[in-house]
């Protein structure tokens, strides 16, 4: 029957107009003024709320078997809580670095996602090593509508590749148009300084930045930037957490056709001093790379408002204190990195980031909803408000207060890495391709009606 959004303001990357917009059959129909709704149609009033296009997280692990642990999430919940916090289209990555061919792990992630996601959904695809018989399979997932990969350059021997494997994928990738996404930290220092620290008896989690300090996240960023202007391929450089490090990538420009840069919310919201609180519970918030210095923030703010910086993410990969990270007492380098932030990157992002002077909404819109779809092949379905692209829409109430709880939060973790931040602004309504997923912060949804976007 259709859905109509009526006298609400409309912002996209471009700009912001008073406009009613007009869903039917999945797609966005009409944007414009005084839109008269047939009989029997649901009519969402939006005045005085802004209309959203629905927000796109590039960075997701949805799903992620470890060797020692698996996170807490999984498709269902992280896609309904994405969906309560405005994203309505996640990007996950197959494979973890366990399953013997790229057709192996394509399979498992898309078993896993199918019947499960309430929200729209992509893959990147992981990749540590090359051959032949590889190569033929991403030929083919390439045909099927891969539009990107995905390749350490930490976490030696298990993900990190290899120097001549990593100039062959970046060349595939050139040839084929494909946007090679890079984890940039030096795989050799990390477990030199690991090691050093730890026989010096500092075990406990503050010491886990320092062992992968800025430095060894910059020459990272050189190494796959260098080897990527090399091989003529589009360079995609994942959560970029420090000033040193984006400063690296600043020296690049000019040199790749295709530079982007991604920071995560929590880069730009928390820092160090949360891992280094005593009794081990800073063990909560370790994640690579690690939170850094508060100057850091300020550093990755400018870069997201003068555009050096193109996406904003959140490497959502949820671990429970309780029997998981506290895998790692005695020893930092076994406490599982990751953190939660698919429901909570929109609502800081806009409490700190535009009301609190630092990005217009614009901005924000574009780095978190128009950008993601350029780079990742969605744009034309997903990314903005406008005809003939689906109608995945967020109305925001700007008004709303509140204070972020585990207590409150969708997921079953037994923390929340933003326990006691309040936020200004939540999504009031939720659609993707036109059915209303959350209303007034519930979900109201079709669970498992996600689709997977090639």
Known sequence: MGLLIRGGEVVTGAGRCRADVWCEGGKIAKVEK????????????????????????????????????????????????????????IMDFAGAGREKDFDEAWAAWEAQAAGQASCDYGFHL????YDAGLQKQLERLVAKGLKSLKIYLAYKPALAIGDEDLFRVLEFAAANGLVVMAHCENAELIPALQKKLLAAGKTGPEWHEPSRPPMVEAEGVCKFLTFAAAAGAKAYV???SCAEALSMADRFRGKLEHLYIETMIQYLT???????????????????????EKSDQEALWAGLADGRIDTLGTDHCPFDFKGQKELGRGDFTKIPNGIAGVEERMALAYTAGVAGGRIPLERLVAVAAENPAKIFGLWGRKGTIAEGFDADVVVWDPAARRTISARTQSLDTDYNPYEGFEVAGAPEVVTVRGEVMVRNGKFVGTPGCGRLLL
């Open 34 to 89: 005084g839109i008269a709704p047939p009989p029997g149609v649901e009519v969402v009033e939006a005045a005085g709320k802004l209309v959203l296009p629905g927000f796109i997280d590039p960075h997701v692990h949805a799903y992620l078997p470890l060797t020692t642990v698996t996170a807490k999430s999984n498709f269902a919940n992280c896609t309904r809580a994405a969906l309560l916090g405005g994203t309505t289209c």
């Open 126 to 129: 992981m990749v540590r090593r």
């Open 238 to 240: 994942v959560h970029l």
């Open 270 to 292: 928390l820092d160090k001093s949360y891992a280094e609180r005593g009794n081990f519970e800073g063990a909560k918030w370790i994640l690579s790379p690690p939170l850094r």
